[in-house]
């Protein structure tokens, strides 16, 4: 099992910065791949930024150049960096970690952190 827990969220103008963080624990060894996913308020879930195990990362093209996605192994914990928010980044933010073990793939989410960016 992987538990997640994400911190960081809150009410930014549009333009300020946030960090998010999502803390893992558990079998966190057999972590391949750790995501942010955002949900707005009558949206469906959509991927923001992915990192796999080899560092290699991922962005959603409406935040590519504003987001960066960063994992600090020794502190087990997954981070967003968001700069130049806009308020159509309001959204609850949530961490997901993929663990792959024996060829079977478990999937893993934290409870969500929200994020509104004021105009």
């Known amino acids: 099992q992987v538990q997640l827990v994400e911190s960081g969220g809150g009410l930014v103008q549009a333009g300020g910065s946030l960090r998010l963080s999502c803390a893992a624990s558990g079998s966190i060894f057999s972590i391949n791949t750790m995501r942010w996913y955002r949900q707005a308020p009558g949206k469906q879930r959509e991927l923001v930024a992915g990192i796999i195990i080899d560092g290699s990362t991922n962005y959603a093209d409406s935040v590519k150049g504003r987001f960066t996605i960063s994992r600090d192994n020794a502190k087990n914990t997954l981070y967003l960096q968001m700069n130049s928010l806009k308020p159509e980044d309001t959204a609850v933010y949530y961490c997901?970690?993929?663990?792959?073990?024996?060829?079977?793939?478990?999937?893993?989410w934290g409870q969500g952190t929200p994020v509104t960016v004021s105009s």
């Open positions: 997901n970690a993929l663990r792959v073990v024996t060829g079977h793939i478990f999937d893993y």
